[in-house]
């Protein structure tokens, strides 16, 4: 299956087509029973596989293995994966590229950051000069297949904004993102000087960008939005809810019979549904 042309052919449907972030194989569980596209966001990854912030911590081999174990449990949705900044070096990100293009992916979004980076809705960022990353750019652009190659800005200065973000049109790129938009005035503006180029949004709660439904996105001419963090913080705040109740409770697990919570029958349920995507025609005999 050719992953890249089959996202590329959803982005080029008239809605904006939803990634949802997701950071290791149970979250994506989860996610795969309501959407069929994923955001292997850098953020979650750094979170959950390091248990630090997103500045700069991924190894590539991480992030690949971590692809190679997703394609297979979900062998039809898209995959689009945060490759940072390429991991520096022009060479390394070329190679990345064609290893996560072997493992599955769908796409990946190369930034115009420079170390130390940081997430895309944080203060602080330094940006290479436009023709360091157009080089980059074109290099992994040249490097890949099939697979989709999202553009990325991290300009903050508005009249920088517009000029990358033409450039990055102009490139060949297959969809432009600028990060950390501020406003819907923006997003218009974005939309107006990248010409037909797809144009992706990037959603974080707490971040910097407004919140907006894919119906509104749709109206601006947004082809793409990915929701970053919404498992990650979803998780954060459950599990430290239920290890409150747990301490409450004195060490008294909950009836999850009478809540309706989720227990080692509904856990394994879900986990059995990444075999049957793989081999459908396999049944799956649990003890």
């Known amino acids: 299956m050719r992953h890249g042309n089959a996202l590329r052919e959803e982005v080029g449907s008239p809605r904006t087509t939803p990634l949802i972030g997701i950071y290791d194989m149970y979250s994506a569980s989860i996610a795969a029973r309501h959407y069929d596209g994923f955001f292997v966001s850098g ?9 630090l912030p997103d500045i700069g911590f991924i190894a590539w081999p991480d992030m690949v293995a971590f692809v190679e174990r997703l394609r297979p449990a979900f062998p039809a ?24 293009e072997r493992a599955g992916a769908s796409g990946v979004v190369l930034e115009d950051q420079k170390r130390p980076r940081r997430c895309g809705h944080a203060d602080g960022k330094l940006i290479l000069p436009l023709d360091e990353y157009l080089r980059k750019l074109e290099l992994v652009l040249a490097s890949r297949q099939d697979m989709l190659v999202v553009a990325r800005t991290d300009a903050t200065e508005e009249e920088e904004i517009l000029r990358r973000a033409a450039a990055l049109a ?21 939309r107006s000087v990248i010409g ?4 992706l949004f990037n959603q974080i709660a707490g971040g ?43 060490g008294r697990l909950p009836n999850v019979a009478k809540s309706g919570g989720i227990g080692v029958a509904g856990s394994t349920k879900l986990l059995e549904q990444n ?11 649990t003890a």
Not at 229 to 241: M, R
Request: aromatic share 6%; hydrophobic share 40%; net charge negative.
């Open 170 to 190: 102009a490139s060949g790129a297959d969809v432009v993102l600028v990060d950390g938009v501020r406003s819907v005035e923006w997003i218009r503006k974005v």
């Open 196 to 199: 037909d180029t797809p144009l």
């Open 275 to 285: 075999i049957r995507r793989h081999h459908p025609e396999r049944k799956v005999v």
């Open 77 to 100: 949705h898209h995959l689009l994966v945060d490759i940072d900044d390429g991991y520096v070096d022009p060479e390394v990100a070329c190679h990345v590229v064609r290893r996560l």
């Open 208 to 250: 910097k960008s407004p919140s907006l439904s894919l119906s509104e996105l749709t109206e601006l001419g947004v082809d793409i939005a990915i929701y970053s963090t919404p498992c990650l913080f979803a998780a954060h705040h459950a599990i430290d809810s239920a290890l409150t109740d747990l301490k409450e409770a004195d």
């Open 43 to 51: 953020f979650g990854f750094a979170a959950s596989h390091y248990g």
